[in-house]
């Protein structure tokens, strides 16, 4: 199956720095999703994004789809911010949507 | 709306016994599926379901069983809980396959 790799796995941060989150993918896929799962552990779709540049308010993401990959930016990082950001792709052969390890995200004030 | 409502949120079970986690949705998703999370596994597909009487196993099936009746419902069952069994179970709802998804917010279950 497709393999889905997220950098750094850990991150922290002061308020108000900016951050890169990065996946990788090894195959093609039809789409590409965003989630951040916050410290209760609720899951939150921030973008669905197969390709493209997309913004809501401070983050945005770009997927490159033929380099297999897809960065999601936070600028201006809160507290709030932090939890654990996950990317998720759908295979084009594929019937699931398969998720990375994660990156842990922590905000200091 | 509710979104995706999944019940309980908490449950302890013994091991050998069974249970059904409940999951339904009111936005008409034809897509469901079940996850669970394991620190340092991230989520893990366990079954899903295109619509109504259709389902299909995922990555990790063995030892829970599925049904779907009603495009709104879509209950786990775990036949003989085990230890390794305990874990955080999400359920999540798509408008079609490769559509973007809604989750629940999780069932937390510790078997013993």
């Known amino acids: 199956g497709i393999q889905v790799e997220q950098s750094p796995p850990d991150l922290i941060l002061q308020e108000g720095a900016n951050s890169t989150l990065r996946c990788n993918f090894s195959d093609s896929v039809n789409n590409l999703q965003w989630f951040h799962q916050n410290p209760w552990g609720q899951l939150i779709n921030l973008f669905y994004?197969?390709?493209g540049t997309k913004q809501n308010g401070r983050l945005s993401a770009t997927t490159v789809a033929t380099e297999r990959y897809s960065l999601l930016y936070i600028s201006s990082s809160q507290t709030t911010d932090s939890g654990v950001y996950f990317c998720?792709?759908?295979?084009?052969?594929?019937?699931?949507?398969?998720f990375g390890e994660g990156t842990q995200l922590t905000v200091n004030p | 709306n509710a979104g995706v409502t999944q019940t309980p949120k908490f449950q302890v079970l013994k091991t050998g016994q069974s249970m059904t986690l409940q999951c339904a949705q009111d936005m008409n998703h034809e897509y469901m599926s079940w996850y669970r999370q394991d620190p340092g596994m991230g989520l893990r597909l366990i079954h899903y379901s295109v619509g109504a009487g259709i389902t299909d196993q995922g990555e990790v099936p063995n030892g829970y069983n599925v049904s779907r009746s009603t495009t709104e419902d879509f209950p786990l069952r775990l036949l003989s809980a085990a230890p390794s069994q305990t874990s955080v179970y999400f359920c999540a709802s798509s408008y079609r396959r490769g559509g973007g998804y809604t989750f629940g917010s999780g069932t937390r279950l510790t078997v013993v």
């Open positions: 998720a792709v759908w295979e084009t052969s594929g019937s699931r949507l398969t």
């Open positions: 994004i197969p390709s």
